[in-house]
């Protein structure tokens, strides 16, 4: 830019701050972009501003009282959270959640995975500047909020899953209504890309920006859709199954460049299409197959597993998530740490930033679905 | 190649350093020296059989003793994974980056100085990550007390529960 100006114009790097209160930033997150114009030099991420200290509530609460906590951690994917913490405890101590619970662990989190897409493909509108598709997904997402409703009792943070199994069984005439939703949904997808994500301008918007090679998102620990889209073919679910997960076919879908460059905005924004189809195929044949029993295991009130640790990992809507538990054999946890996937993307979106526009790093945000309160925990 | 078999080609190559490995389940873990934690890591990274190409995770835990760093490692090519671990004194604990190796250590870095006070050394941008910058003291430590109040904001807010029962009480003294 400099080299076109005229000599007596006197150009200078200008320090611009965005966030923490941004409609784009999704949550309370704050950069400090330093810029040539419109072009970035450098964004620095500062976050923490949504810092609970969950990790620290944790060693206070005990195993049981810290499942509604666990909600906290991503609030627009509960689910997943519930999840690990259940499945890390399950594997201290060595119990075996009976197959109805697991299908119905199955079911709540693929309902949930569609919702937290839901969010993010109408976010991805809003952030360059139309407003129509997130009202959209935005009607389909409350439908799912109504049938995790009726389902738990809660709209946003659940606390559906508990120690062994889940805490209630589905509802009478939930699973037709769950198989009704799935049979609006499928026409739905299509009228969204027809609408939004093969727009014209949407494509021009999102293609070709910020691409990641593969090397560099597993050097960064991406995960989940962000990975995929680099065209690494990884997902827990299929590469370190877990639950009833090895029960069910599905595909995993890959970036492939299909409008641009492998790894772009595009590409991270259709893994979320693509995967809300491969989530309805998952929910189809668990709502036909699903055993009879009893949805909970047998566990003592006051659960104290073995002495020991664990890691697990969940692939939540925000890819692959790491909970890693120490239990020295009281009733309390000596250290619970999960690494979730909005961590990893911000610790990439540095690297990124350069030689971007201003503009772009909305879009960047958006693509990486990053979600402030996972990040800070 | 399971996490037992890569532990005994990490002993067979460096020998002493390798303190200890741990075959309890569900996860078995190798404790090392923390002088030759990069020197590992780096063979984990670069022998082609093992291709550690990942830093799934790394955090800390005060074992009230000893600060103890976990490094969770993982490999997309050979779909295996290790768990590395290191023990470090309580009082100033230090040990080298791995940022150098892989890239997402720095962040995961970064929030163990925050939370735990560890120092990595080598980092490029060793700063308190969640907590504001002027904050005392290392909060996932076990002896962290939590200050009653910072910047003039208390921490700390009285239960109206334990006031109703003061008020009772003092109503029952009077008659």
Redesign the interface.
Known sequence: MTSTAEPSLRTEEMTLNMGPQHPSTHGVLRFVIRADGEVMREAVPD??YL?R?I??IAEKVGYHGFMPYTDRVDYVCAMFTNQGWGMACE??AGIQVPRRGEYCRVISTEFNRIASHLLTVGLMGMDIGAMTPFLHALREREMINDLIEELCGARLTFNYMRIGGVAWDLPPGWREKALDYLDHLDPILAEYNALFSYNKICIQRLANVAPISA??A????LVGPNLRACG?K?DVRK?LPYSVYPDFEFDVPVGRGEWGTIGDSMDRYMMRIYEMKESAKILRQALTRMPDGPVLAKVVRNFRPPA????V?VESARG?Q?W?V?SDGSGYP??V?V?TGS??A???IQ?LSRGLMIADLVVLIASLDVIAPEI?? | MEALQIYQRLRVRFGERVLETIE????PFVVIDPASLVEICRYLREDPELAM?????E?G??YKDYIGL?Y?LFS?SH?HGA?LKIKLPREEPRVATVENI???A???EREIFD?LGVNFEGHSDMR?????EDWLGY??RKDFVEPQEYHGISTVRESPIVRLDQLKKDQHKKT
């Open positions: 976050v923490g810092h200290s990790e620290k594997r201290l090397a560099d597993i050097n960064y620990n690494v990884w590469d020991g640790e664990c890691q990992r692959d790491g890693y120490v000596w250290r740490h690494r961590f990893a911000m610790g990439i690297k800070d925990r | 309890k389940k569900p996860d190409d990942c830093l799934s995770n955090t835990v005060d976990v969770h997309y779909r768990v892989w890239k997402s720095n962040w995961m939370l308190r990550i969640l907590m504001p909060p996932l």
